[in-house]
Nanobody
Framework: QLVESGGDLVQAGGSLRLSCKAS???????????MAWYRQAPGKQRELVAT???????NYAESVKGRFTISRDSARKTVYLQMNSLKPEDTGIYYC????????WGQGTQVTVSS
């Protein structure tokens, strides 16, 4: 149900824009859901990166505040994550899901930041 894309290998200081298409979600359900981006670094547990409500209120992990921006497009049922000033510690697989994580996880998209 969730298809993430946009990951790549970038140098530190670079930018990426990730996309997450929730094509199977009913539009009204998508519009009311708190959506989130998570990431999993090698050897670490999955962590919450950012959330966005249906009203587009956003919250961020301290480690990404001021560098990442989450947004959503209701018509496309897509959630985005704009990542600027990337750091090597941002490396990992990025996933999106509802904040309550009730949807099956997608395959994620790999982000690798080289120093």
């Amino acid at each position: 149900q969730l298809v993430e894309s946009g990951g790549d290998l970038v140098q530190a200081g670079g930018s990426l824009r990730l996309s997450c298409k929730a094509s199977r979600m009913i539009t009204s359900t998508f519009n009311s859901a708190i959506m989130a981006w998570y990431r999993q670094a090698p050897g670490k547990q999955r962590e919450l990166v950012a959330t966005i409500t249906g009203g587009r209120d956003a919250n961020y992990a301290e480690s990404v505040k001021g560098r990442f921006t989450i947004s959503r497009d209701s018509a496309r049922k897509t959630v985005y994550l704009q990542m600027n000033s990337l750091k090597p510690e941002d490396t990992g697989i990025y996933y999106c899901n509802r904040y309550d994580q009730i949807l099956p996880w997608g395959q994620g998209t790999q982000v690798t930041v080289s120093s």
